[in-house]
């Protein structure tokens, strides 16, 4: 029961943040806001899917599907920092 829980307020918490990051980035248009958004809800994506992961039988292995959105997350990150940087 625990597990269900703090995962699903670390979802909660980083769906949170990507929402007030693109509601700021909508408001000043600072392009690093936005990548900021899209890292936190692949990060948003990840806990959801890791409170299903719990949920389902310990047969079916969600670990490989469940680390793509913060791999994408990151990686739009680096891209953002990248991309800024030049």
């Known amino acids: 029961m625990i597990p269900y829980l703090v ?5 909660l918490a980083s769906c949170l943040c990507s929402i007030l990051l693109f509601a700021q980035y909508r408001r000043s248009g600072v392009r690093m806001l936005f ?13 959801v899917m890791l409170v299903i992961d719990y949920a389902v039988p310990p047969q079916i292995d969600l670990s490989i599907p469940r680390t793509i959105p913060t791999l994408l997350g990151l990686f739009a ?10």
């Open 35 to 47: 990548w900021s958004g899209i890292c936190f809800a692949g990060f948003t994506l990840n806990n």
């Open 77 to 86: 990150m680096v891209f953002a920092f990248i991309w800024e940087a030049l």
């Open 7 to 11: 995962y699903g307020l670390c979802s």
